[in-house]
């Protein structure tokens, strides 16, 4: 069975700190895909990254970093110099072969607040 | 390009009653997913289509049904509506399938049971 876990379920910061956002997977698949979402009040699921079980880079976007680490199943998302419009629920989610083929498994989600 | 559209956006039904949602992918994406996501049980995966067929099913009741066009756009059918249906329902479209496929996710349609 797979499983993400974002134990963080609710973080506050002040602008400009910078917020580090956990993410924990299980899964037995060797082949495997994981996904970080923003979800604004407006609802949709934002697409952040993917990244692949053989690519253990990490990767720099802008203001956005995200620490893949094999030997201890985490993916990790900073946010460097927050800002209000970050705001919002991060999604952390794992997608593999096998018999769960399409299937977006995610973690329960980490509500971030970035104070003015 | 438009994006993931569903409608409706919002939808207030009475228990018992039955409910189709509907979504229209992305141009040229032919894989549609469907979601739903309450405060309990986050998001939790219901189907997947592709061309017009089932690929992978989620642990819902039957009373959850989907299907697929052969232009992409897909629905989904909720029967004998139950209150602990009232949830965010979330389509997203993949160009193709496949694990490593990006999903983008539509607005959601909102369904309140009373």
């Known amino acids: 069975a797979q499983k993400v876990t974002q134990a963080q379920t609710e973080i506050s910061v002040v602008e400009k700190e910078d917020v580090t956002l956990d993410c924990v997977y299980e899964?037995?698949?060797?082949?495997?895909?994981l996904f970080w979402y923003k979800q604004p009040p407006s609802g949709e699921l934002v697409f952040l990254i993917r990244?692949?079980?053989?690519?253990?880079q990490n990767e720099i976007s802008g203001r956005y970093s995200w620490n893949f680490q094999k030997s201890t199943s985490s993916f990790n998302f900073t946010i460097t110099a927050s800002q209000v419009v970050d705001s919002a629920v991060y999604f952390c989610?794992?997608?593999?072969?096998?018999?769960?083929?399409?299937?977006?498994?995610f973690g329960q989600g980490t509500i971030l607040t970035v104070h003015p | 390009k438009a994006g993931v559209t569903q409608t409706p956006r919002y939808l207030i039904k009475t228990r018992g009653q039955q409910v189709t949602l509907s979504c229209s992918p992305i141009?040229?994406?032919?894989?549609v997913s469907w979601y739903q996501q309450t405060p309990g049980q986050g998001l939790q995966f219901l189907f997947e289509?592709?061309?017009?067929?089932?690929?992978n099913k989620g642990n819902f009741p039957g009373r959850f049904s989907g299907r697929q066009f052969s232009n992409s756009r897909s629905e989904m059918n909720v029967s004998t509506l139950e209150l602990g249906d009232s949830a965010l329902y979330l389509c997203?479209?993949?160009?193709?399938?496949?694990?490593?496929?990006?999903?983008?996710f539509g607005q959601g349609t909102r369904l309140t049971v009373v």
């Open positions: 997203a479209s993949s160009l193709r399938l496949g694990p490593s496929q990006e999903a983008f």
């Open positions: 989610a794992l997608r593999s072969g096998g018999t769960s083929y399409g299937k977006l498994t």
């Open positions: 289509y592709f061309s017009e067929t089932q690929r």
């Open positions: 141009s040229g994406h032919r894989s």
């Open positions: 990244r692949n079980s053989f690519d253990e």
């Open positions: 899964t037995r698949d060797t082949t495997y895909y």
